[in-house]
């Protein structure tokens, strides 16, 4: 569970495994077409994951590429015990955007369901949202927009 990866965080509040893989598709995988979308080498994701899970130093420079670390993520995130958005908030999510017309309502319904979230999950939620927004304005090289990030992400997000 993300709670229990507290101790192992960054100063913004997200597990170390999950900031040094933005911070290296930041650096290396902005432009990379078809980012999150092409699936990484299924032995270098075992062995990456392997390293983290035993603690062990990873160095995603020289012991992963792109498609892997992008998948790793990915899998991360679908793993987590508990989504990101547990399934209490994943209901008042539905209820809130059920209706067609967007209001001021389902604005201050929206950031009433984000406060309830776990501090971790909301650490987290805040930072892939920028990182993925950072990704969308690169989408004219990687084809990702943010249809294409909500469609892949979706699904580890929301169980």
Same mark, same amino acid.
């Given at each position: 569970?993300?709670?229990t990866?507290i101790?192992? @965080?960054?100063? *913004?509040?997200?597990p170390?495994?999950v @900031?040094q893989?933005?911070?290296?598709?930041?650096?290396?995988?902005?432009?990379? %077409?078809?980012?999150?979308?092409?699936?990484?080498?299924?032995?270098?994701? &075992?062995?990456? &994951?392997?390293?983290?899970?035993q603690?062990?130093?990873?160095?995603? %420079?020289?012991?992963?590429?792109?498609?892997?670390?992008?998948s790793?993520?990915?899998?991360?995130?679908?793993?987590l015990?508990?989504?990101?958005?547990?399934?209490?908030? *994943?209901?008042?999510?539905?209820?809130?955007?059920?209706?067609t017309?967007?209001?001021? !309502?389902?604005?201050? !319904?929206? &950031?009433?369901?984000l406060?309830?979230?776990?501090?971790a999950?909301?650490?987290?939620?805040?930072?892939?949202s920028?990182?993925?927004?950072?990704?969308?304005t690169?989408?004219?090289?990687?084809f990702? @927009?943010?249809? !294409?990030?909500? @469609?892949?992400?979706?699904p580890?997000?929301?169980?």
């Amino acid at each position: 569970p993300l709670e229990t990866l507290i101790e192992d @965080t960054t100063q *913004c509040g997200v597990p170390l495994l999950v @900031t040094q893989m933005v911070e290296y598709l930041e650096v290396f995988g902005l432009e990379h %077409v078809g980012i999150f979308r092409i699936s990484g080498s299924v032995n270098r994701i &075992k062995e990456l &994951k392997q390293k983290y899970n035993q603690g062990e130093q990873v160095d995603l %420079v020289n012991d992963g590429d792109v498609d892997s670390v992008a998948s790793l993520l990915k899998l991360f995130l679908k793993e987590l015990p508990v989504a990101v958005f547990p399934d209490n908030i *994943c209901s008042g999510l539905l209820k809130t955007f059920q209706g067609t017309e967007q209001n001021d !309502n389902q604005e201050n !319904n929206l &950031k009433q369901l984000l406060s309830c979230l776990p501090k971790a999950h909301q650490n987290l939620f805040q930072f892939l949202s920028a990182f993925l927004l950072k990704v969308a304005t690169y989408s004219a090289v990687n084809f990702m @927009t943010l249809e !294409n990030l909500a @469609t892949v992400f979706g699904p580890a997000l929301f169980k």
